[in-house]
């Protein structure tokens, strides 16, 4: 019996990965069975739960994939020489990551699924770990990111870099959820309106 390539196998699990993805976003997580998911991907049980022992299993699989994507976007512009001000790198890279079709996805339901994979986190631990080794690793991003504007002089140094850290994470994660419920949500908007903030003075006292 000829033995079966890896590349098949990968172009498997993906068959698999993006039916299930879309099943979720349509239905959510819980409104989802695994007779939908084999459904939708044209697959017997046994050819899926080779690769899936369940539905949990799944669903995390997912999750890793998708806050690794959104997370390798920011660590690759990151790597930029000089780096992107905030306000054009969270345009940038939420753009391209909204933009990109992850899982076959269309933005807005690519957005609305990663809002119901940071609910699930609330009631699974599995994916709670996943999601707060995500968060680590973005803080640290971010932290090398301040250095490197304190670096150019752009940024004072008496800001803790986790604060900006914390406040450019939640900033992205307001343009997703943003794009999850209403659409239309352009980066070119995000960035203008950042940009008019980062340029605002404040009032002298006294």
């Known amino acids: ?43 017997s049980a046994g050819a899926v739960y080779r690769y899936f022992p369940g539905k949990d299993d799944i669903i995390a699989a997912i999750t890793e994939e998708t806050f690794g994507v959104i997370r390798g976007a920011f660590e690759e512009a990151a790597r930029m020489t000089p780096p992107p001000t905030p306000d054009a790198l969270l345009a940038r890279v939420l753009g391209g990551v909204l933009a990109g079709q992850v899982h076959g996805l269309e933005r807005r339901t690519f957005a609305a699924l990663v809002v119901q994979l940071w609910s699930e986190t609330l009631r699974d631990r599995r994916l709670a770990a996943l999601l707060d080794d995500g968060y680590a690793a973005m803080r640290g991003v971010w932290a090398h990111l301040v250095d490197a504007y304190r670096s150019a002089g752009i940024l004072a140094s008496d800001v803790p870099s986790d604060h900006v850290a914390r406040t450019m994470i939640a900033t992205a994660q307001g343009f997703i959820v943003q794009e999850a419920l209403f659409g239309d949500v352009r980066p070119d908007v995000l960035e203008g309106g950042l940009r008019g903030l980062m ?4 009032q002298k006292t006294g």
């Open 199 to 202: 340029a605002m003075k404040t």
């Open 1 to 43: 019996m000829a033995r079966v390539s890896q590349e098949h196998l990968d172009a498997r699990r993906r068959q698999i990965l993006d039916g299930a993805a879309r099943c979720f976003a349509r239905n959510g997580f819980h409104g989802t069975s695994m007779q939908d998911v084999l459904k939708e991907v044209g697959l």
